[in-house]
């Protein structure tokens, strides 16, 4: 039997041992404001204390799974409050996806760019449409990664590849973020068909001694990316005010490049 919750900016949907969270402002390329990050937050709550869910899927409705942060956020004066308030609830989400007793698996179809790419890489599984396009790219706006993302691409694919990739910023490919280890799976066909194929390979697994396995690590790492979360934001405020951080938010308004002078 399915159970169905929807919020303006999240939907549940319960069906069985699986669980599907979609991010739900299609207009805006499910862009994270704050509504939706504390929906998000919410409900991954929620289902976490769900003892018959074992598999949660993550999705973006309509033609992304999430274009990133809200450029309207960014662009509200910078207090200091408002800003902590948002980062903590970013923080607190990652670490809860992170953690969560549950197999997730992300569904990225459109863009998966920028926050939404860090919460994607914080779930265990990224399957991706072969349109899909993922891009860490922060760096264009004059910021740096936040939602644990310098924690998540070092675990995947080393320092120094993790560096280059936040630095260029450049747009990726599924077959390109496939290839360097960034996501699991690109889908040959439909990208309905391929998520049915493992949540039905995941079904059919022992995924009790899976989520042990999950949780083991989680808790290994778990102060790791406490702290890499906790620089990010105490970074991230600071490049908040840098001159190239205000360059790059008035170049997208003005959809033109923009030049930066490295202040």
């Not at 739900?24 to 390329?29: A, F, G, I, K, M």
């Not at 929620?46 to 973006?60: A, F, R, T």
């Not at 922060?138 to 910021?143: K, P, R, T, W």
């Not at 889908?187 to 059919?204: F, M, P, R, T």
């Amino acid at each position: 039997m399915a159970i169905d919750f929807v919020t303006d900016t999240v939907s549940l949907e319960i069906n069985g041992r699986v669980a599907t969270v979609e991010m739900n402002r299609p207009e805006s390329l499910n862009a994270l404001n704050v509504e939706m990050l504390k929906g998000l937050l919410a409900v991954m709550k929620d289902v976490s204390q769900i003892n018959e869910v074992d598999i949660v899927i993550l999705k973006g409705k309509g033609r992304a799974f999430s274009s990133g942060g809200d450029i309207k956020t960014m662009l509200l004066e910078a207090n200091e409050s408002d800003f902590s308030t948002v980062m903590d609830c970013i923080n607190e989400l990652v670490v809860t996806i992170y953690s969560l007793p549950k197999l997730t698996i992300s569904t990225v179809a459109g863009a998966a760019a920028g926050l939404g790419f860090s919460l994607a890489l914080a779930t265990d599984y990224i399957l991706a449409d072969k349109n899909s396009k993922l891009a860490m790219n922060f760096i264009g706006i004059g910021l740096i990664p936040d939602g644990g993302s310098h924690f998540f691409l070092q675990q995947r694919i080393g320092e120094d590849r993790a560096k280059h990739l936040i630095w260029e910023g450049k747009v990726l490919t599924a077959d390109d973020a496939l290839q360097m280890g960034l996501i699991h799976e690109v889908a040959q066909g439909d990208l309905s068909e391929a998520v049915h194929a493992k949540l039905n390979k995941w079904l059919n697994s022992p995924t009790e001694a899976m989520i042990k396995t999950k949780k083991i690590l989680a808790d290994k790492n778990r102060s790791v990316l406490l702290k890499v979360l906790e620089l990010e934001k105490l970074g991230q405020h600071k490049m908040r005010q840098t001159e190239d951080h205000k360059e790059g938010i008035q170049a997208f308004i003005e959809k033109r490049k923009p030049v930066f002078e490295g202040k």
